[in-house]
């Protein structure tokens, strides 16, 4: 009876930090779709070009629902060990990327970046939350307030969007909108807000992450065996793909890292971890391609900056 209460309560307690999440990416995607919109409209030259926002609000909702909870399903099974590989990794990658070749001017390799780290900013809520709340004695209420709060985060964010999507352009010149009307004189620091945001979401998870490795995999004698082939085989991976990066559009670089990336985990996974971490990096293929398909047009429109 015992195990079976501590087992439904660890169910529920995984669930909360899957929907904490999930909750975040969304409110990253939504609020990098609202920067996106304001900075076309801003320009007369593209906002000619843009598809109707409306029509693509339609297509959309259902699909925003479907990927939110299969976000929510793949970040609850991903077990704390490979999430903090993951969140390190791509710390890594990220400070690598700027180290050698920069952030452009205009802010595109900046909105790449927002883009790309989706499922490691889920990864490093998890973490986080797992780091911050282990021997809590009151973790499971902690993780409800939280859960429910960052779902009312979400659905004002998605609920922005929609509502700059379909009104922004009417709202704005007439200047009855509160929403509209602050967004016009403050929206083009959205991105640099978001940019603090995740940097700072990625320190707590980089240290979080690293106290978890160092429970689970540095022992003494094991130390060596891990960090040895971790940074050789990163090395070398971040050099690869920093060259290859130039020979390829874009979108085919994203995928391509990713594929990359996940890959040398994979083999690392077989090299030092267990077989339930070698599921578990494969269920973080599909979260990455969760969060990237549906994000094509966040893609387009940092290329366009």
Known sequence: MVKTEFAVHWR?????????????????CNLLRVYHFLQACSDSETEGKLASPS?????GNWRTAVQFWLLTSFLSMVGSRVSSLIVLEFSLRAVSA????????????????????????????????FFLHQGAPHSSLCLFLAAALSWLVAGFCHSLWNHVARLY????????????VTLLSCGHTILASLQRAVVLAFALAAVASITMIYDHFLSQKDALK????????????????????????????????????????????LTVGNWCDVLHVLITFLGEAVCLLPSQDLLQAALKL
């Open 169 to 180: 352009q009417l709202h704005s010149t007439k200047s009855y909108c509160g929403k509209c």
């Open 226 to 269: 891990f960090w040895i082939p971790l940074t050789l085989c990163y090395t070398m991976l971040v050099v690869y793909i920093q060259e290859d990066q130039q020979r390829k559009t874009a979108a085919e670089a994203l995928f391509h890292s990713v594929v990359l990336r996940l890959g040398a985990l994979l083999v690392l996974m």
């Open 55 to 59: 029509s693509l609000l339609l297509r």
């Open 98 to 129: 700027w180290a050698s070749a920069g952030l452009d001017d205009n802010g595109r390799g900046l909105a790449l970046l927002l883009i790309q780290c989706q499922f490691s900013l889920g990864c490093g809520l998890t973490s986080s939350l």
């Open 12 to 28: 529920c307690l995984v669930c909360f930090k899957g929907v904490i999440a999930a909750c975040g990416i969304s409110v990253l």
